[in-house]
């Protein structure tokens, strides 16, 4: 079994919804999301909130864990419906481009944005990163107070644990490669 799995299986016995857990945590409602669907394992500061909220110690969340092996993680287009997408809301919604997302390092996502789309406000933990690569369309991303604007070819790599948000300024879709490090988001 694995964290996701297990964290699931607790909330559900509990009769306890994602925003339930994410009001007792402080865990955003997307991150929650995220660890049971298998795209992050979480870290232990978002391990040791959930288990606050659950009312449980870190070492029974730990108990009977399938510890992950290395592999090497490919995805083609035979492969492509195991890919796990997470909508913000109908005008944004991000790919995860590979498959156990969890077990890596990095996390690397393809963000569609429709016209006027956003995603939410996201800040992640201390240490975290993460490049942005603009593919089609124009956007805006706010990083704390700044707004910087990104178009087809350009870049913009900051620490994610500052407040950020990307937003579609464009007439188009946008589309950009966003990589997050370490992939626990």
Same mark, same amino acid.
């Given at each position: 079994?694995?964290?996701?799995?297990?964290?699931?299986?607790?909330?559900?016995?509990?009769?306890?919804?994602?925003?339930?857990?994410?009001?007792?945590?402080?865990?955003?409602?997307?991150?929650?999301?995220?660890?049971?669907?298998?795209?992050?394992?979480?870290?232990?500061?978002?391990?040791?909130?959930?288990?606050?909220?659950?009312?449980?110690?870190?070492?029974? +969340?730990?108990?009977?864990?399938?510890?992950?092996? *290395?592999?090497? @993680?490919?995805?083609? /287009? %035979?492969?492509?419906?195991? !890919? $796990?997408?997470?909508?913000?809301?109908?005008?944004?919604?991000?790919?995860?481009?590979?498959?156990?997302?969890?077990?890596?390092?990095?996390?690397?996502?393809?963000?569609? +944005?429709?016209?006027?789309?956003?995603?939410?406000? *996201?800040?992640? @933990?201390?240490?975290? /990163? %993460?490049?942005?690569?603009? !593919? $089609?369309?124009?956007?805006?991303?706010?990083?704390?107070?700044?707004?910087?604007?990104?178009?087809?070819?350009?870049?913009?790599?900051?620490?994610?644990?500052?407040?950020?948000?990307?937003?579609?300024?464009?007439?188009?879709?946008?589309?950009?490669?966003?990589?997050?490090?370490?992939?626990?988001?």
């Amino acid at each position: 079994m694995n964290i996701g799995e297990k964290l699931k299986r607790l909330r559900k016995s509990r009769d306890l919804t994602l925003d339930d857990i994410a009001k007792k945590s402080g865990v955003g409602k997307a991150t929650l999301s995220r660890i049971e669907n298998d795209i992050t394992q979480g870290t232990l500061k978002t391990h040791m909130k959930i288990c606050e909220a659950l009312n449980l110690n870190l070492k029974d +969340l730990y108990e009977g864990l399938d510890i992950p092996k *290395e592999e090497i @993680t490919t995805l083609s /287009e %035979k492969t492509t419906n195991e !890919t $796990e997408i997470f909508s913000y809301d109908e005008r944004a919604k991000s790919v995860i481009l590979t498959k156990n997302a969890q077990r890596n390092s990095m996390l690397p996502q393809l963000l569609i +944005l429709e016209p006027q789309g956003k995603t939410h406000l *996201e800040q992640n @933990t201390a240490g975290t /990163e %993460k490049f942005v690569y603009c !593919t $089609e369309g124009q956007i805006h991303i706010d990083i704390e107070d700044k707004q910087y604007e990104l178009k087809k070819g350009t870049s913009l790599y900051f620490k994610s644990s500052l407040p950020h948000r990307f937003i579609n300024i464009g007439k188009k879709p946008a589309k950009c490669l966003v990589i997050s490090s370490p992939a626990a988001l």
